[in-house]
């Protein structure tokens, strides 16, 4: 069974950074692109980032560009998103996906970043 | 970027009537392999979306055969045959032919 577990969520305040983590199990990691999608409260769904499987390529929302840093540990089967310079209007809930084909066919419980002084 | 436009944003139906959702996107989501890049998902009530269908007109597994999907280009639709109490939530078409990935804003399904 797939299963991503995202953590590390928390209340930051403006200009902070906050690092997120998303466990992944019950596939092989390592083959498969992921990324990051969040939703404001009461909002829709934002892509934020994506990484290929090798996380040799990373993509970013322009929103988020030169702020957020997309990684992976596949000896970890571990994605990450290093948010700096964090401002309110990134507060959200931030979902990992796997990615497949042309879609994003699991998805994490989420993570609710709060920034806010 | 490519722009997803859905609607109606707000369905209200009965049990047991069709309903149908429509999405277009600013530019043809069809790939040179021939597919589209469309997919549709659902978030229900306090949990995480989940995916419904991909390329534009395949069913995901598990997904009951009242919903299905049709539409190229830039024109896609989801149709349910007969709506029932599990189905209410919020659906989202996106686009994944070119990034950034993008959505529409979100069609809020509820029960009459």
């Known amino acids: 069974e797939v299963q991503l577990l995202e953590s590390g969520g928390d209340l930051i305040q403006p200009g902070g950074s906050l690092r997120l983590s998303c466990t992944a199990s019950g596939f092989t990691f390592s083959n498969y692109a992921m990324s990051w999608v969040r939703q404001a409260p009461g909002k829709g769904l934002e892509w934020v980032s994506a990484?290929?499987?090798?996380?040799?390529?990373?993509f970013y929302a322009d929103s988020v560009k030169g702020r957020f840093t997309i990684s992976r540990d596949n000896s970890k089967n571990t994605l990450y998103l290093q948010m700096n310079s964090l401002r309110a209007e990134d507060t959200a809930v931030y979902y990992c996906a796997k990615f497949w084909v042309a879609e994003f066919d699991y998805w994490g419980q989420g993570a609710l970043v709060t920034v806010s002084s | 970027d490519i722009v997803m436009t859905q609607s109606p944003l707000s369905l209200p139906v009965t049990p047991g009537e069709p309903a149908s959702i429509s999405c277009r996107s600013s530019?043809?989501?069809?790939?040179?392999?021939?597919?589209?890049?469309l997919g549709w998902y659902l978030q229900k009530p306090g949990q995480s979306p989940q995916l419904l269908s991909y390329l534009g007109s395949s069913r995901a597994s598990g997904v009951p055969d009242r919903f299905s999907v049709s539409g190229s280009g830039t024109d896609f639709t989801l149709k349910i045959s007969r709506v029932e109490a599990e189905d209410v939530g919020v659906y989202y078409c996106?686009?994944?032919?070119?990034?950034?990935?993008?959505f529409g804003q979100g069609t809020k399904l509820e029960i009459k």
């Open positions: 530019q043809s989501l069809l790939h040179s392999n021939g597919h589209n890049y």
């Open positions: 990484l290929i499987g090798s996380g040799e390529s990373t």
């Open positions: 996106m686009q994944a032919l070119q990034i950034p990935y993008t």
